[in-house]
């Protein structure tokens, strides 16, 4: 903490001089714009199995199939049906000139029309190649569709589905979803700062500090994931702009309420700023520095994608926190004061904090603390009694929050088909085991077919159809059921992919991530603040009561997601990723009172103290916990169910820790314990002399405003 203010002082001194201020903003516009204006393109990959390690079966099918003819190749998938009624001669005369058209397009030649047992439903395989980039797919899929739509007999409807069909409905879901994002990120942020501060012109400020701050870090993660050859997709990009913002304007509303507070004590505008900086500029590095290091514990990750939001997320909060630290206080100083205008913080006005209504929550916590700190305890068990009965795990079929043909394609397919036709498993081995690993196969429980789709000289690639659902919990058991089998096949060497084969890969990639990860986040979030507070008792509190927020939060959302919106069940990555930014950002609240409460703590006691720092702080931390989960909510405009259980789940854990925890539970634990909270630092040890009662400070005195 001595290291921070030091560096905080100097950072001070530098940017609140008349000409300095100027020098940082102009120093600033120039570096941004370089870097904006070289960075590039960030690195992509169009790999479905691009975020799975190496180690992964159906990571080694991928590789061994781009040996095999046809192995390089994405199919789409046309299903012809006719709303439950057979399908007649027309509707084949139809589905024949339809392959003759997309013959045109196809990388290969296309399928006879493959008829379904009642003969209600007929597909056609088009292949397309597995290596085009997802535009080029959208565009020959947009062909397909385009082909397929015209000239059907009446009644008749074709769908295109299949890896392709759904690869371009991804990409066609995110077409301006990003953009869409910011422009409500920002209406968003924009509005609650008006709100926040009731000035016509003080939100600009922060909201354009905290928008550069944007632009630089995309164009910093542009470069950075060229450098580590890490992928960055476009969910990433919504996550990175969303903390960026969240964060960046948490950070702002800290200082800027500092400041004003400042303002009512000193003349001098400036020397205002250099303390403000001084005293929160701290508590906004340790901040940003928990998160940062939190999120760096992804790189432990094995899904690439957790890795790429985890180095992406920590360049964004560390150029978010550069631009609080170092340009919003210079674009501060060139202000002065009339940018609070119409309510100018002038020297010796009385703070309305102090005796405001957080003072009165405060005094309401001190007469009960142990009925408050019971009542809390009470609403987030039943918060988190949400999670019984919860399962892990979205198929393809629902992961969509809008209407995407090939999904409906998919659901058309399951109803005529076996239920595994549309995602057939793969199961590539060495060519002189053919026959028993097809007899190992077929005698599997829940295989309703297998057969031969590709040789070499030394390979052979079978196609499995499962009977149960893809992505249900028997498919994942038949594919376990599956590899037991093929691998007690000698010499057979056989490996088990295809696109259930990885989404069971993922989830058990996001289990193993969930429980190495998680104690590492714990381990650096309790670091800090160990170093941060000087106390062992204090860190252990706070991480204790982030993580009952998390297990509150998560479980009320499951009862939303479940019972109310109809949702399957939680994403693989949901628990991780919201773990992480709940704790992470959601620790920042409690490091604002915390820091507080030390440094009151000082001068009038520990109880005192932390009565003091929730009458100060409740208002801007409130403001920040508001701002924070709607802009985590605001990635419900992207059309990905996964992206919309995030924001759900850590918008409402703010919600928690900045209403419930930060308020009531907290100051509730320092008042029971009282200095012991603080132990073994030196303010465990004694009470400051002359300590104060609970009344209300005395207002400073009046002195000349210098602007």
């Known amino acids: 903490m001595t290291v921070l203010r030091a560096v905080g002082r100097w950072i001070a001194g530098t940017v609140s001089g008349r000409w300095s201020a100027w020098l940082v903003l102009l120093v600033a516009a120039a570096l941004s714009g370089t870097l904006v204006a070289l960075a590039g393109p960030a690195r992509t990959s169009d790999d479905p199995t691009g975020a799975l390690p190496d180690s992964a079966e159906s990571v080694q099918v991928a590789a061994l199939q781009r040996q095999l003819p046809g192995g390089q190749l994405n199919p789409a998938l046309v299903v012809y049906s006719r709303d439950g009624a057979a399908l007649g001669a027309p509707d084949e005369a139809a589905m024949a000139a339809d392959a003759a058209a997309f013959a045109t397009v196809a990388t290969g030649p296309v399928s006879p029309p493959v008829f379904s047992p009642d003969r209600r439903a007929a597909l056609l395989a088009v292949p397309l190649p597995a290596d085009a980039g997802a535009e080029a797919t959208g565009e020959v ?13 009446a009644g008749l409807t074709a769908q295109v589905t299949g890896g392709a069909g759904f690869r371009a409905d991804v990409a066609s879901a995110f077409d301006g979803a990003n953009l869409t994002l910011l422009l409500v990120t920002v209406a968003v942020v924009a509005g609650l700062l008006i709100v926040t501060y009731r000035s016509p012109w003080l939100w600009l400020v922060p909201l354009a500090v905290v928008g550069t701050a944007d632009v630089v870090a995309n164009a910093l993660i542009a470069v950075v994931s060229r450098a580590v050859d890490l992928p960055i997709d476009p969910s990433t990009t919504g996550i990175v702009d969303v903390l960026v913002f969240g964060a960046g304007t948490n950070y702002a509303l800290l200082l800027i309420a500092r400041y004003r507070e400042e ?53 964004g909060i560390t150029t978010a926190a550069l631009f609080g630290l170092i340009v919003l206080p210079a674009a501060l100083a060139v202000c002065g004061r009339g940018l609070f205008w119409p309510f100018v913080p002038r020297p010796g006005q009385p703070d309305p904090t102090r005796t405001g209504g957080w003072a009165r929550v405060g005094a309401v916590v001190a007469r009960r603390p142990r009925a408050v700190l019971a009542g809390a305890l009470v609403l987030l068990l039943l918060f988190a009694a949400g999670l019984s009965g919860a399962r892990l795990g979205l198929s393809k079929t629902e992961q969509f929050r809008v209407r995407a043909e090939s999904i409906d394609g998919l659901a058309t397919l399951s109803r005529h088909f076996p239920a595994g036709a549309a995602d057939p498993t793969v199961v590539v081995a060495r060519a002189g085991a053919e026959a028993p690993l097809l007899t190992a196969i077929t005698d599997t429980p829940g295989v309703a077919s297998a057969r031969p789709t590709g040789r070499t000289a030394d390979l052979v690639a079978v196609d499995v159809v499962l009977t149960a659902e893809p992505d249900s919990t028997a498919s994942y058991d038949t594919i376990r059921a599956v590899r037991d089998r093929v691998d007690a096949v000698p010499d057979a060497q056989a490996r088990v992919g295809g696109p259930v084969a990885a989404n069971l890969d993922t989830r058990d990639a996001a289990v193993r991530d969930l429980t190495v990860v998680v104690p590492l986040i714990l381990a650096v979030v309790l670091l800090v603040l160990l170093v941060l ?86 208002g801007v931390i409130t403001s920040a916990g508001i701002l924070l989960a709607a802009v985590f909510a605001v990635l419900g405009v992207l059309p990905l169910v996964t992206l919309t259980e995030i924001g759900d789940i850590v918008g409402l854990g703010v919600l928690l820790d900045t209403l419930l925890v930060r308020t009531l539970l907290v100051p509730s634990i320092v008042l029971l314990l009282g200095r012991r909270f603080w132990w073994p630092g030196r303010l465990s040890r004694s009470d400051p002399p002359g300590d104060p009662s609970l009344g209300t400070l005395p207002t400073p005195a009046p002195a000349v405003a210098r602007d």
Do not use: H, K, M
């Open 141 to 153: 899929v947009d062909r397909l569709r385009a082909t397929a739509a015209e000239g059907l007999p």
């Open 263 to 315: 303002l009512r004590r000193r003349p001098d505008r400036r020397d205002a700023l250099r303390r403000a900086l001084t005293s929160a500029g701290p508590a906004v590095a340790a901040s940003a520095t928990t998160v940062v290091l939190s999120l760096l514990t992804l790189t432990t990750a094995v899904l690439r994608n957790d890795r790429a939001i985890g180095v992406a997320g920590a360049v």
């Open 533 to 618: 507070l000087r106390s062992l008792v204090a860190p252990l509190v706070l991480v204790a009561t982030v993580v009952g927020t998390f297990f509150a939060a998560l479980g009320a959302s499951t009862f939303l997601f479940t019972q109310v919106l109809g949702y399957a069940a939680l994403d693989t990555s949901v628990p991780l990723l919201s773990f992480l930014f709940l704790v992470a950002l959601g620790v920042d609240y409690n490091i604002f009172l915390a820091t507080r409460a030390r440094e009151e703590a000082a001068t009038e006691g520990t109880r005192r103290g932390v009565l003091t720092a929730l009458a100060v702080t409740g």
